[in-house]
């Protein structure tokens, strides 16, 4: 089955650690993007890429870092200089250009920093 | 910028009653609207969308029209049931630009459904 794929699910880490997210999609998708969602908040956008090697900032990028080394992968690090990193991350991607493409939802992981 | 506002939540129904869900916007051009639900503790899935004036989105008894007057994209379904309890979120696709691709979400609207 086609879709996107998070892991993992819950993540546990000490503050002053930086930690990466996994996002893979086999649903050979050119653009994909990442969100944070916290309680009563819609998603804001972080980053997001249209291709392979290519990336932009989103709305809240500061503390946040990205690559995109292959088409089907986007992880995304977590350093230290975010100020409150704990929330729910979300991973999307969709097909490339200026469509009117929906964009796919991975699961979800749920970071905690303590 | 871009903006979606959504009706505050949560909203509370019982089962078979009328829902209504309003999102209205703000945007230049002619953005593409969706609408996305999130059940607990998951990601979001796509519930319908629109991408021009007057079309009309539907899927799973659910429905929304994209007016472009009033700028709106309102939610609705004639009967709600328990299994319809989540997250709603309006969104917009920008037609174009340096920005294409990305989504603005409204804030979202809880929605609960009694037996």
């Known amino acids: 089955d086609g879709g996107i794929t998070q892991s993992p699910k819950y993540l546990f880490r000490k503050e002053g650690q930086n930690v990466t997210l996994s996002c893979e999609q086999n649903?050979?998708?050119?653009?994909m993007y990442w969100y944070r969602q916290d309680p009563g908040q819609g998603l804001r956008l972080i980053y997001y890429?249209?291709?392979?090697?290519?990336?932009q900032k989103g709305d809240i990028a500061e503390g946040y870092s990205v690559s995109r080394e292959k088409k089907e992968s986007f992880p995304l690090t977590v350093t230290s200089a975010q100020k409150n990193p704990t929330a729910f991350y979300l991973c999307?991607?969709?097909?490339?250009?200026?469509?009117?493409?929906?964009?796919?939802f991975g699961p979800g992981t749920r970071l905690t920093v303590t | 910028g871009n903006s979606v506002t959504q009706m505050e939540g949560p909203v509370t129904l019982s089962e078979e009653a009328f829902l209504t869900i309003n999102c209205t916007y703000t945007?230049?051009?002619?953005?593409?609207l969706f609408w996305y639900v999130q059940y607990p503790g998951e990601g979001l899935q796509l519930l319908l969308k629109a991408t021009k004036a007057d079309d009309k989105g539907s899927n799973k008894g659910f429905e929304a029209t994209y007016r472009k007057e009033t700028t709106s994209f309102h939610l609705e379904k004639g009967s709600v049931q328990v299994s319809d309890s989540a997250v709603y979120f309006c969104a917009l696709k920008d037609a174009g630009g340096t920005s294409y691709g990305k989504l603005t979400f409204g804030q979202g609207t809880i929605l609960t459904v009694h037996p």
């Open positions: 945007a230049t051009g002619y953005p593409s």
């Open positions: 649903l050979n998708h050119d653009a």
């Open positions: 999307a991607s969709s097909m490339g250009g200026q469509g009117s493409y929906e964009q796919y």
């Open positions: 890429s249209q291709i392979v090697n290519d990336f």
